[in-house]
Every structure is written in structure tokens, then in C-alpha cells.
């Protein structure tokens, strides 16, 4: 089944886009900048050298972007394949249906950020600080927030039965304004407030903080909070929709 | 039991007048004041020319859609209120060969559909089993269904509507598109899942003979409303109640002829006489059987009776018989 039913180019893809990212970075790092950066740069990141940043980054959109993929366009995927009047009809709960989805998608997905990490490793990210219990804890709190908007995602491709246009768009503001490859305090201040809906933001910032750089959790504490709330109103704007757009399409398709 | 009383589904067309606002401009009733029972090991017939709300019916029969008004309760469930909670007594299985996934084998996708159902594992690999040996697929259980054909795709819908032991099964078109041989077997199918199966089925089709041959009582709907109900012969006898006789004769005398139109203006006949070179045809429309008086009148003008047939109605002359009721806005009795 592995063979027949997985997504495997998307999964390719992904990993090549994020291996490219970092490799880019790597270039620019090392032969257009020669290593040297700016000092607000070390400001914002508490003093964090560039290749790391940048792998950290590309390894957590890249997660991101696969859950989002797989958990988003879900829904949609079933229309397309005209399995979706089948899940209606079923008594089966819409956030088991979720769950399920970001469950047999999970180590998939978990692969490819390691890989794009591990491929930063060799080209020299500093990795050896990462903590296993800090690691284990944020990675649940940025898997909540990564699902969450996956749910609200889904419901907004059903709606405008339309995936390319926006996974397109929202992937590239998510690396634009995530702080994917150089800190949002460089963003000019009302794209800063932009920025702080996704749940990315939040993801980078507890990651390079807590996992790569060491800090205790308990600092961060109010960026946990920010992103449990941005999930909350992504899990339940996404259900709500969910519930109203479904209504609408048995209605009208089937 | 599955019982529909006066269901009614009114859509609302909106318009969109800004981003996130729309306004009402048009209601349509898509089904009104719908009564309709079905009992387990029954099928019923939900029939109608396209557009005629038998699909919303079944939508809404199903829980999938809620209804305006009316009632419907499912083993004594309000399915209205717990549309979850009787959805484990239903499933729908439609014509076509979406509804499966084509990169999964049987097994995987019966799993799969099983398991919305929150069936126990030990349940579900029961109901796969029987599922598939009553479709006959047990040989390619793991076999992808992309490599299967369209009849053995289809066979693969019923399964899966089965997966979950559902008590009532609606059937949208399930013959559509396939052979003569495969619609045939798929209607033996169709019979003992009613009859040995004990399953309250819905089937709705374009066609007649189907419903002919399978269902023990027939809706018919026209835009939206039930317009004629009862068993295929009861339907075909309100709609068409004349019989058709024809009689063949070598000649007819004038005496003759007269005599046949004065019993068929006393009686409500209406008769027909054509004159061919070599004998004589004499059409009758009657609602009481009158053959015999016609046959009198004949024997006793001493002409011999060539032939004699009675074309029984069928089901799809009263099918458009009723259409055209109802199209000119008469009322059926």
C-alpha cells in the first residue's frame, strides 16, 4: 500500500525545496557575505550564526508546509477523487477524520524535517545544543498548531474548491513573514502583526530559542500561550466553516 | 422502519453582496410534504423524471441533508435531531465508479469504510467477508481497484454499502452505465440483499424494467411532490385503467359495426375500426372488461374471429401517462 498510495513525489519535493533553501543560504552566506552579518541580526536571534538559523528555519517550514499538505488539502483530495459523499454519509467524526489524516502523515512529514536537518548538519549547523525533552515538548505544541490550521485550511480549500492558488499564496507568505530565513523584526511593523498568525512564527521562535539555543521554556511562556490560542481560533473558525460549507456542498454537488 | 412524514426541502438560491455577506433572492422547493415508509427485507421504487427531487429525498432520507419541515424517524430515532446516530442504520450506494479509492485494493478500502462506522475490528473483518462473498470479489480481495473492471467496481459500491450491516439501503441509479449481463447480475444482488438479507431498500433508476422486476411498491415524484404511490401493477392501473383489446375480423358488416358502437357508447368505450384490404381491425379502450359483449355482437353477425389480444399497461406508459398529468396540472387519483 506504502508503495501505491503515498504521495511520494510531494514528499521528494519538499525535501529538495528545503534542501535548496538551506544550500542557498549557505552560498550567500559564505560567498556573497563572506561570513559576515549584520549585528542587529545577532540582536534578534540572541546571537545565533546564520546557517543555523536559516536550517532550523527551512526544517521547521518544511514540516509545516507537509502537514498543511497533507492535513489542508484533505478534504479536498477526497472531493477530487469523488470519495467525499462516502465520509459525509459515514457517522465518522470530522476531527477523528483530522486526526487520522495528520497521524499517517506524521512520520512522513517528520522524515523530511530531518532530512533538511540533517543535510544542515553537514553543511555545518550547530545542532549540538538540541535538548530531548525541550525538543519533545515543543514539537507537540508546534504539531497542535501546524494541525490547527490544517483544519481551518481544509475548510477553506472546500469552500473555494480551489488548492494551488491558495497553498501557493499561503506558503509563500508563511516564508516571507515566518521568519523562515531572517527574523521578523526586519519586517516592517503592521506585516510583524501579520506575521504572528501563523503558527509558524511562534514555531521558529520557540525553536531556535528553546530547542537549538538552550533557553528554558518558562521564558517563552507567553509565546506557548500565543500559539495555543492562534490553534484554538484556527481549530475552531475550521470546524465551524467546516460544518456550514459541508451543508452546502451536499446540497448542491452530490 | 423508516418513516418520512410530510418532509419538505426548500433551498435558498443566495447572492452575494459583499465578501462575507448574501442576501436571499430566491426560495425553491425542492421536495414538498414527501410521505414515505420503508420496512426491512421491502424495496421500494422512488421514480420521476430528472429534476423531480428524488435525489434530495434520498439526501435527506439518508441524514445527509436536514429537512425543512416534515418528520423522519429511523427505528423510532429522530434523524432529524441524532442524524449521526442513525447513520450507522443507513448507506447509499450510487452508480458510477467514484466512492472507492482506485490505488487501494477492496480489502483497504472496506477497512477503511468499516472503520467510519466505528466498527470493532473483529466486526469489521466479518462484514468485509460476507460483504465481498455476496458480490462475489473474495478471489481479488488484494487485488488494486484500479485493475478492475467497471462491473466488478460497481459490485465493489454495493460492498461497501454493506460494510457496515446497514438496515436500510438507498440505491441511486446502481445499474448506471453497464452491461445488459453485469445489470442483471447486479439486480440479483439487489433481490437477495432484500430478501435474504432482510435490508429495507431504496432504489431509484431510469429503468422501469428494473423497478418492474425488483420493487414491491413504487413512489413516483413530480417536481418535487409524490404524485402516484403503491405497487408497480397498482401504479400502471391507475394511470392506464382502459384495457387495450384488439380484435382481428375478416370483414365487418355495417349492422356489426354499428351494434359494436352502440354497446361502446352505452358503456364509456371508446372503439376504433380500421379497414384493411384484407380483414378488419377493431380497437377497444375499455375500464370494465367488456371482450365478451364485443365477442357476442361478432359471433352472433356470423363473422369469425381471427384474433383477439389484450395489451396489458405497462409500467412506463403510466410512468409518462402520469408525467403528463401532472405536466398539464391534473390531479392523480
Redesign the interface.
Known amino acids: 500500500m506504502i508503495r501505491r498510495a503515498m504521495p511520494w513525489s510531494f514528499m521528494i519535493e519538499r525535501v529538495l525545496i528545503g534542501c535548496y533553501t538551506v544550500l542557498f543560504a549557505y552560498f550567500i552566506y559564505n560567498y556573497m557575505f563572506e561570513g559576515n552579518i549584520d549585528e542587529q541580526f545577532f540582536q534578534f536571534t540572541n546571537n545565533m550564526d546564520y546557517l543555523t538559523f536559516v536550517i532550523v528555519g527551512a526544517s521547521v517550514y518544511t514540516f509545516a508546509v507537509s502537514t498543511l499538505m497533507n492535513v489542508g488539502r484533505s478534504l479536498m483530495t477526497e472531493l477530487r477523487e469523488g470519495t467525499l459523499e462516502t465520509l459525509l454519509l459515514s457517522p465518522g467524526s470530522r476531527i477523528g477524520y483530522f486526526l487520522g489524516t495528520f497521524l499517517e502523515q506524521f512520520i512522513r512529514s517528520l522524515s523530511e524535517f530531518v532530512v533538511i536537518l540533517l543535510f544542515g548538519w553537514i553543511l555545518g549547523a550547530n545542532l549540538t545544543n538540541i535538548n530531548p525533552l525541550s525538543f519533545i515538548v515543543v514539537f507537540v505544541l508546534v504539531m497542535i498548531g501546524f494541525f490547527s490550521q490544517g483544519v481551518f485550511l481544509a475548510s477553506l480549500m472546500l469552500y473555494v474548491r480551489d488548492t494551488f492558488i491558495i497553498q501557493n499564496t499561503l506558503f509563500f507568505a508563511m516564508s516571507f513573514l515566518g521568519g523562515m530565513t531572517f527574523p521578523v523584526q526586519y519586517l516592517p511593523v503592521a506585516l510583524q502583526h501579520v506575521s504572528y498568525i501563523f503558527p509558524l512564527t511562534y514555531a521558529l521562535h520557540l525553536f531556535r530559542s528553546v530547542v537549538i539555543g538552550g533557553q528554558s521554556i518558562i521564558l517563552h511562556v507567553i509565546t506557548v500561550f500565543e500559539l495555543l490560542c492562534v490553534s484554538v481560533t484556527y481549530v475552531i473558525i475550521g470546524f465551524v466553516w467546516l460544518s456550514k460549507v459541508e451543508r452546502k456542498l451536499i446540497e448542491t454537488s452530490f | 422502519m423508516l418513516i418520512a412524514k410530510n418532509i419538505k426541502k426548500i433551498?435558498q438560491l443566495k447572492e452575494r453582496t459583499g465578501w462575507f455577506r448574501s442576501k436571499v433572492v430566491r426560495q425553491i422547493t425542492a421536495v414538498d410534504d414527501v410521505s414515505l415508509e420503508m420496512t426491512p427485507g421491502k424495496i421500494v421504487g422512488l421514480l420521476g423524471i430528472n429534476g423531480a427531487g428524488k435525489?434530495t429525498t434520498i439526501?435527506m432520507l439518508?441524514a445527509?441533508?436536514e429537512p425543512t419541515a416534515g418528520i423522519l424517524q429511523i427505528n423510532g430515532i429522530d434523524a432529524i435531531r441524532y442524524p449521526?446516530?442513525v447513520?450507522?442504520y443507513?448507506?447509499?450506494i450510487?452508480g458510477?465508479e467514484?466512492?472507492?479509492?482506485?490505488?487501494?485494493?477492496a480489502k483497504?478500502n472496506l477497512e477503511y469504510?468499516a472503520?467510519?462506522?466505528?466498527l470493532k475490528p473483529s466486526e469489521i473483518n466479518y462484514y468485509i467477508e460476507k460483504s465481498l462473498s455476496l458480490v462475489g470479489l473474495t478471489e481479488v480481495v488484494d487485488v488494486?481497484v484500479e485493475r478492475y473492471s467497471k462491473g466488478m467496481k460497481q459490485r465493489l459500491q454495493i460492498a461497501?454499502g454493506l460494510v457496515?450491516d446497514p438496515m436500510f439501503l438507498f440505491l441511486d441509479e446502481p445499474t448506471l452505465g453497464l452491461d445488459v449481463v453485469i445489470a442483471k447480475e447486479l439486480r440479483q444482488h439487489i433481490y437477495r440483499l432484500a430478501k435474504n438479507e432482510n435490508k429495507g431498500v431504496l432504489l431509484t433508476t431510469h429503468y422501469i424494467t428494473e423497478v418492474e422486476e425488483l420493487c414491491d411498491y413504487v413512489y413516483v415524484m413530480d417536481k418535487g411532490r409524490i404524485i402516484a404511490q403503491g405497487s408497480p401493477s397498482e401504479i400502471t392501473r391507475v394511470a392506464i385503467p382502459e384495457q387495450r383489446i384488439t380484435i382481428t375480423l375478416p370483414s365487418l358488416s355495417l349492422e356489426a359495426e354499428e351494434a359494436l358502437k352502440e354497446v361502446a357508447a352505452a358503456s364509456d368505450v371508446h372503439i376504433t375500426f380500421d379497414h384493411e384490404n384484407s380483414h378488419t381491425v377493431v380497437h377497444i379502450k375499455s375500464k370494465d372488461n367488456l371482450i365478451m359483449k364485443f365477442i357476442k355482437i361478432v359471433t352472433e353477425n356470423n363473422i369469425p374471429v381471427l384474433n383477439v389480444s389484450i395489451l396489458e399497461p405497462r409500467l412506463e406508459d403510466a410512468l409518462l401517462q402520469l408525467a403528463t398529468i401532472s405536466k398539464e396540472g391534473g390531479e392523480v387519483d
Open positions: 433551498f435525489t439526501k439518508a445527509m441533508i449521526m446516530e447513520k450507522k443507513l448507506n447509499v450510487t458510477g467514484r466512492n472507492i479509492y482506485w490505488r487501494l485494493t483497504e469504510f472503520a467510519l462506522y466505528h488494486p461497501r457496515n
